[in-house]
């Protein structure tokens, strides 16, 4: 299946694992634990075989049903747990051999409690917040009375008073009816409730009732100081106690309904003052006893939810990794005559012998009579990607795998990634004192690893920890080119040797307009210090960075194109090697790479030749003189032999490669007008799935076509991927000037003021500017741009990216899953 | 010549760092190989760095003018 170009060494990680189907035949009765040992070990991604079945009419759906009823009374639990703040235990490691059929029986009995429980609580709940209402209308209520009845006596005391004042022949004759009337005492009789209503509706209440008796009542409200637990809703609500007075009977029932609408609680409350005393105090009994009831109950409850609590994470595991195992075990297909399963899946060769040792394990414990049978498939489909990752190369290929996944056994730009992609980011970044506090942030993330990996992080705080080893190198790097830039949070150090640069002479009278003069060596390690500053700093480094990043760019491009080469020797693909490879070195390195030498020989002679000048006129004009902008002998020559070659490099890589390509399809079908028939094999029915296309189809105007555009995409995309990286150069300049900024005019200003409280002002603006500006957003701002470079401009060379990743079945990755 | 002197330097530098992840990671013939690449990589970079900026300051065309409040 893989041919190899065997003449280099194998390296981790270049390529995927090899891969290779494999057959395993299982008998029935011990497939469910060999597809448990199998989950354990975690290296077989199995295919599914049952795929045009509905998940109904697969063999264990039933059993699934039940495991997804457990896990909703797992759910259950948690939430119960939850509204009841009780913690969950942390795993116990003791291996507890739970069968699931216990376990149902044990989850279904804790459930029928738990909701025994509950029910029977929120009853006596209810009549405890009933009883409670019912306290405060006594209380309330029998206030009004015993004021109406002192008023009432004071009234009468006051009438009699009157009438025996003024018994006399004087009096008129109508007050003499009018107070006898009331002496009388045919009083009508008036009949009332008393209740409580939300204090929110006590006016619309009020109102209402006077509206549909027409007046005739006569309603008395006080407020509850505090808010009670209303029985039906069983929240905290505002109350008022009412007391209403009607006569007659049509008025009582429309009172009656209009209290029903409004939810008000209706009481029942003796006039008696004695009965009402004693009313309190049997409500007051009542009170105290339910509320011990309640408590115990709660109590009981709270017990049952800790025992739970315990043995939770355990069951929910089991019931996890059971129904997964179902699942797969769906995925097999029962052969019914031999009454075993038969299960496919990719796994890596190196696999082999954990597999085989994993399925004797099985037979073993399951007590079984016969062996399971594992057998190797061949077949021509393309087999998932699986690199061996480990916890510092895993976050690297996360990055490259977020392009594309890597097709099976291609190139894998993650070798490289893994140092050039800090190192671009390093290039935008350049400042050693930011490299440090950055180093410093992820130095804490790597020490508290343990601590973390097993805690649920939130997603930014995820990702920062995820790419721990990341920001490691990103920060190393950075100090690194900090020392190169010379920028220790913009300010720069005279470390290695004194600057390069003295004053033309003792008094220093040119040096703000011609300048100094070179009088040492060049400094040694980085830019010189005297650069900072000066007003001819800018146009220095924007050349400096502007060509580094050319150079920087032309080299990963030369890089990638180099792994193109190893991909088609890996591949045995000579057409790729002479007419892709070889014409798309000598375009990108005519061009290009003859610009870069160009910016070193200009470099090492210090000649004042313009680079744009003869490059534009190496186009326009290739044989005119160069004149002063001759940087070697015979350069004219060397232009026009390279335009001649670059030329020549299009049609070379546009139009051999179809025809070729037309001609081995053409004598490798020489002849064969009809499919053969498939072979004989002896493995079972799957043979029909595989090799469905074994005759491939050749439209010569697609792969000219497709061959047409991957010679544009080239050709077009060196000009435009080399002035892509020119972002370094942005970037930096970026990075370096706000820095200059937040140094020069937040803590060099604070610091002229002489005033304690300025400086700590200043200093606290200037430590939030550089980490929330420069940590943070250029960081992020750096990596993206880092990652677009290698996406694109490095990736676009050699990477096809169109394979999948390897998904095994494997118990470890179920957590991730689920959550 | 202090090109060559730092050029070297690197070199040996390099050496030394492929040395210690040999001898304190030794995980096979694939996973060595694949060390050996990560170090000449990040070596091969950072000289590239260096270089770059030695090799533009060696002959300068422009040279610093001080502003005015130096």
């Avoid at chain 1, 299960?343 to 394990?361: N, R």
């Avoid at chain 1, 001819?536 to 491009?557: D, H, R, T, W, Y």
Wanted: net charge negative.
């Amino acid at each position: 299946m893989a041919e190899h170009g065997g003449c280099f060494p194998p390296m981790d990680l270049f390529r995927s694992e090899p891969m290779h189907l494999v057959q395993v035949i299982i008998p029935i009765e011990s497939a469910r634990l060999t597809v448990s040992y199998l989950g354990d070990i975690g290296l077989i991604q199995f295919k599914d075989l049952n795929s045009e079945k509905s998940p109904f009419q697969r063999t264990y759906a039933g059993q699934i049903k039940r495991c997804a009823e457990l896990a909703r009374k797992l759910r259950f639990f948690k939430d119960q747990m939850s509204k009841a703040d009780i913690k969950l235990s942390a795993k116990s490691e003791a291996k507890a051999e739970f069968n699931l059929d216990d376990l149902e029986v044990k989850l279904g009995d804790l459930e029928a409690e738990l909701t025994e429980i509950n029910g029977n609580n929120e009853k006596l709940q209810r009549s405890y917040n009933e009883l409670v209402e019912y306290k405060l209308v006594l209380q309330k209520a029998g206030e009004f009375f015993k004021v109406a009845q002192s008023r009432a006596a004071a009234q009468q005391a006051e009438v009699s008073s009157e009438q025996a004042a003024e018994e006399s022949l004087e009096t008129p004759l109508l007050k003499d009816q009018e107070s006898t009337t009331v002496d009388q005492g045919k009083q009508v009789k008036l009949g009332f409730l008393t209740g409580l209503v939300p204090k929110g509706r006590s006016m619309a209440f009020e109102r209402i009732l006077f509206r549909a008796t027409r007046g005739n009542v006569f309603l008395r409200q006080s407020s509850v100081d505090e808010a009670v637990i209303d029985p039906s809703s069983g929240e905290k609500v505002e109350k008022n106690v009412f007391v209403v007075f009607f006569s007659g009977e049509r008025a009582k029932s429309k009172i009656l309904k209009i209290c029903e609408a409004f939810g008000a609680n209706r009481y029942p409350f003796a006039e008696d003052l004695s009965k009402q005393a004693q009313m309190i105090i049997e409500v007051s009994r009542r009170i105290s006893e339910l509320k011990t009831t309640i408590d115990a109950g709660l109590l009981h409850r709270a017990n049952l939810l800790e025992t739970i609590g315990q043995q939770y994470e355990q069951w929910s595991d089991l019931v996890r990794k059971e129904k997964s195992i179902y699942h797969t075990l769906n995925m097999l297909s029962i052969d019914v005559t031999k009454k075993c399963l038969v299960a496919e899946g990719w796994s890596p060769v190196f696999a082999t012998q954990q597999i085989q040792d994993a399925l004797k394990l099985a037979t073993i414990d399951s007590k079984s009579q016969v062996g399971a049978i594992f057998q190797v498939l061949h077949t021509k489909e393309l087999p998932p990607t699986y690199f061996r990752t480990n916890k510092f190369t895993e976050s690297f290929q996360t990055i490259v795998d977020a392009y594309g996944v890597a097709k099976y056994q291609e190139a894998n730009p993650g070798v490289y990634t893994v140092v050039t992609f800090p190192f671009l980011f390093a290039v935008m970044f350049g400042d050693w004192g930011h490299g440090i506090c950055i180093l410093l942030a992820c130095l804490f993330l790597i020490f508290k690893e343990k601590k973390y990996s097993s805690q649920k992080l939130g997603d930014i705080m995820e990702m920062t920890f995820g790419g721990r080893y990341v920001i490691l190198l990103m920060a190393l790097f950075s100090i690194y080119t900090g020392l190169i830039y010379n920028e220790f949070f913009s300010v720069p150090f005279e470390l290695f040797s004194p600057s390069a640069y003295a004053c033309r002479d003792d008094a220093c009278s040119e040096a703000t307009t011609i300048g100094l003069i070179k009088t040492r060596d060049t400094y040694p390690f980085g830019v010189d210090p005297a650069w900072h500053g000066s007003r001819s700093e800018l146009p220095f480094l924007n050349s400096l960075k502007m060509k580094m990043s050319i150079l920087i760019g032309v080299a990963q491009m030369n890089l990638g194109i180099i792994l193109s080469f190893f991909n088609a020797l890996y591949f045995r693909n000579p057409v790729n090697v002479w007419f892709q490879f070889i014409p798309q070195m000598i375009f990108l390195n005519g061009l290009f790479g003859y610009l870069s030498l160009l910016i070193i020989v200009k470099w090492c002679t210090g000649s004042k030749a313009d680079l744009y000048h003869v490059m534009i006129y190496m186009f326009l004009s290739p044989t005119d003189d160069l004149g002063e902008n001759q940087l070697f002998a015979n350069q004219k020559t060397v232009q026009l032999v390279l335009l001649l070659l670059s030329l020549i490099a299009v049609p070379w890589m546009l139009l051999p490669k179809p025809f070729i390509l037309k001609a081995q399809h053409n004598s490798r079908h020489q002849g064969q007008s009809y499919t053969p028939l498939e072979g004989t094999e002896e493995s079972l029915q799957v043979e029909t799935a595989h090799d469905s296309h074994g005759h491939e189809e050749f439209e010569f105007s697609e792969v000219f076509v497709h061959q047409l555009i991957h010679t544009i995409e080239f050709v077009l995309g060196a000009v435009s991927n080399t002035a892509s990286y020119l972002r370094l150069w942005a970037l930096s300049l970026a990075h370096s000037e706000l820095s200059t900024v937040f140094y020069e005019k937040v803590l060099l200003l604070a610091w002229g003021y002489n005033n304690v409280i300025i400086l700590i002002i200043g200093g606290i603006v200037f430590i939030f500017a550089t980490v929330g500006v420069l940590l943070v957003m250029e960081t992020l701002s750096a990596f993206l741009h880092a990652l677009r470079l290698h996406w694109v401009e490095f990736q676009n060379k050699f990477y096809e990216g169109d394979g999948y990743k390897f998904a095994p079945f494997s118990f470890a990755l179920l957590g991730d899953e689920d959550e | 010549m202090g090109f060559f002197v730092t050029t070297l330097t690197f070199i040996v530098i390099g050496i030394i760092a492929c040395l210690c992840t040999r001898v304190c990671c030794n995980k096979g013939p694939s996973a060595n190989l694949f060390h050996l690449t990560l170090v000449i990589t990040a070596t091969v970079c950072c000289w590239m760095m260096w270089a770059i900026v030695y090799l533009a300051q060696m002959n300068p065309l422009i040279v610093p003018i001080l502003s005015e409040g130096e």
